[in-house]
């Protein structure tokens, strides 16, 4: 990603408690998603309603929505690791995170990582601990699974934003549910919860 986005100004709204700045889709290249500041509080809601988790130690974050989610996330974990690619976009996301957490509270440990050319397979790979909760976004989570549940803790989370179609959604449920026997809730439409047991 190149270090010079074009961002706009989300004020608070509807779907928005917490005002943001977000990738101006039109000026810049490619396809971004973001998430609505409902989908972050029934995220949190969902992991802490297990009463093993009223805070989570350790939370992974292979992308940040432009720090927007590890700020959200920051209220249920104590030390948050995130992995994005290209320093100025690192710089972004740090930025908007430190504002949420002073604005909103509380500010805990988050490092910044930046993966440079490596793929997340990689990244996942080089990962040096069990993770309580790991989110992930991007295409085609399924080639991942197995990886992602090698670095999650027995009765951990992941968060998972799926941004394939229908039939992409429809083949990680499967997989998920079938053979890994996890439990899964949908939150909206790219976005899965599912609990390792």
Same mark, same amino acid.
């Given at each position: 990603m190149s270090k010079f986005v074009q961002l706009r100004r989300q004020i608070a709204g509807q779907y928005t408690d917490r005002p943001? =700045?977000? $990738?101006?889709?039109?000026?810049?290249?490619?396809? /971004?998603?973001? /998430?609505?500041? /409902?989908?972050?509080?029934?995220?949190? !809601?969902?992991?802490?309603?297990?009463? !093993?988790?009223?805070?989570?130690?350790? $939370?992974?974050?292979?992308?940040?929505? $432009?720090?927007? /989610?590890?700020? =959200? $996330?920051?209220?249920?974990?104590?030390?948050?690791?995130?992995?994005?690619?290209?320093?100025g976009y690192i710089d972004l996301c740090k930025l908007q995170c430190?504002?949420?957490?002073?604005?909103?509270?509380?500010?805990?440990?988050?490092? =910044?990582?930046?993966t440079g050319e490596l793929n997340i397979i990689e990244v996942l790979n080089r990962l040096n601990r069990k993770y309580d909760c790991i989110k992930i976004t991007t295409l085609n989570v399924v080639e991942y699974v197995p990886t992602l549940l090698e670095n999650l803790k027995q009765g951990g989370f992941l968060l998972i934003q799926e941004y394939g179609g229908q039939e992409t959604k429809a083949e990680l449920v499967k997989v998920l549910q079938r053979r890994y026997d996890l439990d899964i809730r949908r939150l909206d439409l790219a976005l899965f919860v599912a609990e390792h047991k």
């Open positions: 943001f =700045w977000t $990738l101006f889709r039109t000026k810049n290249p490619g396809y /971004s998603l973001q /998430s609505t500041d /409902s989908i972050y509080k029934q995220t949190i !809601k969902c992991i802490i309603s297990n009463p !093993k988790f009223q805070v989570v130690d350790n $939370l992974c974050e292979i992308g940040s929505d $432009l720090g927007r /989610s590890t700020a =959200w $996330l920051s209220s249920i974990a104590l030390n948050i690791d995130v992995y994005e690619q290209d320093t430190l504002r949420h957490q002073e604005k909103y509270g509380p500010i805990t440990n988050v490092n =910044w990582y930046d």
